[in-house]
Nanobody, 115 residues
């Protein structure tokens, strides 16, 4: 059974930084994609960034230049460094893992950016 647990959400002011982490446990295959999605109130869940086990990254245009995704394969952990946070970054951030055609989600962590 695969479990994803997110850490690091909280309340910050606009312009500040926050780092999220997500640890995957269970039967994790070495070939996989990990990433982050977010869902703001009243909006659909959207991609933030993903990273393959080989380190190839993809990010939404809205976060490019501000957010950095990274991972530690030995720890099955993915990180999201969020800098220059904006009010519109307020959302529940969900960790995502895809392997062998199956997708897994964490329960989410709330990030609130205040003015």
């Amino acid at each position: 059974q695969v479990q994803l647990v997110e850490y690091g959400g909280g309340l910050v002011q606009a312009g500040e930084s926050l780092r999220l982490s997500c640890a995957a446990s269970g039967s994790i295959f070495s070939t996989n994609i990990m990433g982050w999605y977010r869902q703001a109130p009243g909006k659909q869940r959207e991609l933030v960034a993903t990273i393959t086990n080989n380190g190839r990254t993809n990010a939404a245009d809205s976060v490019k230049g501000r957010f950095t995704i990274s991972r530690d394969n030995a720890k099955n952990t993915v990180y999201l460094q969020m800098n220059s946070l904006k009010l519109e970054d307020t959302a529940v951030y969900y960790c995502y893992l895809m392997m062998r055609g199956m997708g897994y989600w964490g329960k989410g962590t709330l990030v609130t950016v205040s003015s």
